[in-house]
């Protein structure tokens, strides 16, 4: 080996730069797999940042991060070799930015469940996860303890803690003053929350939030109102630094006479006064550098369901004990909510519009649906995915929403979000091409989380059957009784 070559592989290795041939070199063919590798060997990749994949050169994958990328001697003795073929399209782990694990199978309030929900979103591909508002923060911890003790599969779980505002059961806007917000926000963040979720929250609360979680280096998003009744709008919390928005623009299109909802559901964008104040309001997001967090299908579970959307795909009540199941479904059907099917088109159009005035890079993927057993916000991702498109969007934009703007929103596109040398190898493998048809998101073939390969049917098949109690008798921890004071 010359010189050369030894400085381009120890650049290459210790930068983040691709090993790939090229320059008369086979700077790949210098990394040598050893035995626990995993080289990922075939079919196409998209790598998050361009709008087409091209041929999957090869992946090397040493200790749960991507070492070199490039072509290999996998012939060595323990390298685990996942060979793909042309039916098959590489591509990041998705992100859920707004992924609840709550659940509310008997319509008396949510709790947190960590032990199928984790497993639904990683059999789903979705490999990180920000739960944006922790109802039980004790269980929470309790469940990512358990994935990191690999007690049971689940992607990584940045933690929110509780929710800041009216959402948290028991929040005292009298009692919840500036100093005390800093004591406790400074409390949650030395206790490992990676952000802060606002919802319900006045704009002197909000800049305490905001300044704590910069402080620590975390970030902040916001489910906010109109600025009726002492809320926040969108607008001025971008204004005070926070990081993300989600479910509406906000801005002078929400009147504050009045709760958001009520404008939000009649904004007609075909007037030209109200286009122009979203367009406004789209621009100071990107020059604000704040993320938009849609949600696009929150609203849609609520609404008609629109059927090409809320299909089935998979027997998504089926992993119901079955006796939870009966209670299910003696619930339903629901009831649409009118409004909420007014908003759910009405977002459709407000995406498309921040897309268009140059925001796709801000745009995230967040499925936000608390279940009530019905439909699993682990299959959500791929909704989300598809309502983004019926909206309007490319393919690829709605792609990156779901993974590289996820990691930069939250802060870790540093090692999440791509697919590069350094990156931790969390993949999704599915077969068909995303770029093309959007509902091929859903054909998991394997979902890599950093860097251990799992089977989507196999992880279905080890929770069939394990959401909710067992009998009535067993039903007071689903219904918070034990754990929430109820």
Not at 339 to 358: P, S
Not at 397 to 422: D, F, K, Y
Not at 441 to 460: C, H, I, K, M, Q
Request: net charge negative; charged share 25%; proline share 5%.
């Amino acid at each position: 080996m010359t010189l050369r070559s030894r400085s381009l592989t120890f650049l290459a290795l210790f930068t983040g730069a691709s090993l790939v041939p090229g320059m008369g070199h086979d700077l790949a063919a210098q990394v040598v797999p050893r035995a626990g590798d995993l080289a990922v060997i075939g079919g196409r990749l998209w790598d998050g940042t361009g709008d087409t994949a091209r041929p999957n050169p090869g992946i090397l994958v040493r200790n749960g991060t991507i070492l070199a990328m490039g072509v290999f001697d996998t012939s060595v003795e323990g390298v685990e070799v996942l060979q793909l073929d042309s039916r098959h399209f590489v591509m990041p782990g998705l992100f859920d930015l707004h992924a609840h694990y709550a659940v509310d199978l008997f319509g008396e309030g949510r709790v947190d469940e960590y032990t199928v929900n984790p497993v639904l979103f990683l059999a789903n591909g979705v490999t990180s996860t920000f739960p944006a508002g922790e109802v039980d923060p004790v269980e929470a911890r309790r469940g990512r303890e358990r994935i990191a003790a690999g007690e049971i599969p689940g992607p990584r779980i940045y933690s929110s803690g509780p929710y800041w505002g009216t959402a948290r059961p028991g929040w005292s806007h009298e009692a919840m003053t500036p100093d005390s917000i800093r004591r406790e926000a400074t409390h949650w963040a030395l206790s490992g929350a990676r952000g802060f979720k606002a919802k319900g929250i006045r704009p002197e609360q909000l800049e305490v939030i905001i300044e704590v979680a910069h402080d620590h280096g975390l970030t902040v998003t916001g489910h906010l109102d109109s600025g009726f009744r002492r809320s926040v709008n969108p607008r001025d919390a971008i204004l005070m630094g926070i990081d993300r928005i989600e479910h509406f623009l906000g801005g002078d299109a929400l009147s504050s006479s009045q709760l958001a909802y009520a404008s939000l559901e009649v904004l007609d964008l075909e007037d030209a006064e109200t286009a122009r104040m979203i367009r406004d309001q789209a621009r100071l997001f990107i020059d604000q550098g704040a993320f938009f967090d849609a949600t696009l299908t929150a609203y849609g579970y609520f609404a008609d369901r629109e059927p090409v959307v809320f299909d089935y795909w998979a027997d998504e009540m089926g992993f119901l004990t079955p006796y939870a199941r009966e209670v299910v479904e003696s619930q339903l059907p629901r009831r649409p909510l009118d409004q909420f099917e007014r908003i759910y088109y009405v977002k459709r159009e407000t995406v498309k519009a921040f897309v268009d005035a140059g925001g796709s890079g801000q745009l995230t993927l967040g499925t936000d649906h608390p279940s009530w057993g019905e439909f699993w916000s682990g299959f959500g991702s791929h909704r989300e995915l598809h309502a983004m498109v019926l909206a309007g969007l490319p393919n690829a934009v709605a792609l990156r929403a779901g993974t590289v703007n996820a990691a930069r929103a939250l802060g870790v596109s540093e090692r999440l979000g791509t697919v590069a040398v350094g990156k931790y190898a969390d993949l999704l493998i599915v077969e068909g091409d995303p770029l093309s048809t959007i509902t091929d998101t859903r054909n998991g073939f394997r979902v890599v989380r950093s860097g251990r390969v799992y089977d989507p049917a196999e992880l279905f098949d080890s929770v069939r059957g394990r959401m909710g109690p067992p009998s009535a008798g067993d039903a007071s921890w689903w219904k918070g009784n034990l754990r929430l004071g109820r």
